[in-house]
């Protein structure tokens, strides 16, 4: 089998190496160049062709961030980034994702050396994941709430009614569970639900230091209000909720009301947040008022699960293999049985709130 051929821009030469023997060291991959700076990466990928890209964001004479921006228009290729987790560090790289980056891997701020070599399995696993990727046009998410129709087209879907979805649907809860590629998959989806449409509760695979600022980027954009979930509040309808980096969310009943729960724990699928310990919670608590959505991303977590909620009577959309950057936990949710519907990225918001309207209009015949 041929290996993948990588090549790491960075302008610290401590990280260049690093990552140049942590490459080397595998079997399936080498790294074939390092770069300092972009100008001297442009020249290499010109002349050594690689399968994947780990690029730097702060760097001399172009930042990693316009560089990125023009290689995906001029010539797309896997890219992960590999970002300082720093609050600007953070925001940057989720515009990095937006851009059409498959993933990142959080540098450390201190001890570079030890710390790189203990991320050795993690960059190396995303390195594989992003040589298979699919690379898909990067939507426009910069748009407001008041622009957020103009952001939806751009995704490729149209913008959908703002009529209200009524007051009945309330006591659904719809659960998200998405990993690689699912940054974007996820706004996109969220971006269609109108303002009264139930709670949402996500468990998105990422690590602590950055669900914050990515909430607050979907708050940005959404008309929804979207928020870290916090340990023991009340899940509302028109909130999403998404699970902090390093810690399990799950969902609890006290009353009529439903709660947050977030813990730490132990990883469950080599996760955590896991999208398995959130949809377990799901079929155990919410039953049939659960709607379940699962997005892009590599693995299997979530898949059993899902299936659990789908036997309590939830209803189930799994995104499609063609509009997956990488189709692992949607494949394996299929093959669990756990799908009502396999649906392309831009049909699941409005088939959601189709799906939503129709169980008002039961109720309401009910009444």
Sequence with gaps: MPKTRVIVVDDSALVRSLLTEIINRQPDMECVGAAHDPLVARE??????????????????????????????????????VSTLTERGADVTLRALELGAVDFVAKPKIGVADGLNLLAQEITEKIRIASKA??????????????????????GSQPSTPQNIGRLSTEKIIFIGASTGGTEATRIVLQELPADCPAIVITQHMPPGYTRSYAARLNSLCRIHVAEAKDGERILPGHAYIAPGGLHLSVKRS??????????????????????VLFKSAARVVGPNALAVMLTGMGADGAKAMREMLDAGSYNIVQDEASCIVFGMPREAIAAGAASEVL???????????????????????V
Excluded at 344 to 366: D, F, H, K, Q, V
């Design 44 to 81: 290499m990928i010109r002349s050594l062709n690689p399968d994947v890209i780990t690029l730097d964001i702060e760097m001399p004479r172009m930042d990693g961030i316009d560089f990125l921006s023009k290689l995906m228009r001029l010539r797309p290729m896997p890219v992960i980034m």
């Design 134 to 155: 699919k690379l898909l046009r990067a939507a426009n998410p910069g748009a407001s709430k008041a622009t957020a129709a103009t952001a939806r087209t751009a995704a």
């Design 255 to 276: 009353g009529a009301n439903y709660l947050a729960c977030v813990k730490d724990g132990d990883p469950v699928n080599r996760h955590k947040p896991s999208v398995e």
């Design 344 to 366: 392309t990225l831009s049909a699941i918001g409005p088939r959601l709130i189709e799906r939503l309207r129709s169980s008002s209009g039961m109720a309401l015949n009910r």
